[in-house]
């Protein structure tokens, strides 16, 4: 019986870190579309909108931030 628990649990320490990880991803992209839309509905008609461009535009901003915030050589 302890090797059923001790091989369960290691089960879980391989598999709920792996879960998170993508249920924290996929939280994160639905919200940055979410939260980018309209700036995208207002600087382009909505025919040019396609579904994850407000993570495109997330990933964009989060790069040029950090590109001009770091110090240079």
């Not at 990880?21 to 579309?33: D, F, P």
Request: charged residues 5%; neutral net charge.
């Amino acid at each position: 019986m302890a090797n059923i628990t001790s091989t369960f649990l290691r089960g879980l320490t391989a598999v709920v870190p792996a879960v998170l990880t993508i249920w924290i991803v996929v939280w994160l992209a639905q919200s940055a579309e979410a939260l980018l839309r309209p700036v995208f509905l207002f600087l382009l008609p909505e025919h040019f909108y396609l579904p994850g461009l407000g993570v495109l535009l997330a990933v964009v901003a989060i790069y040029t931030c950090l590109l001009y915030t770091s110090p240079s050589p």
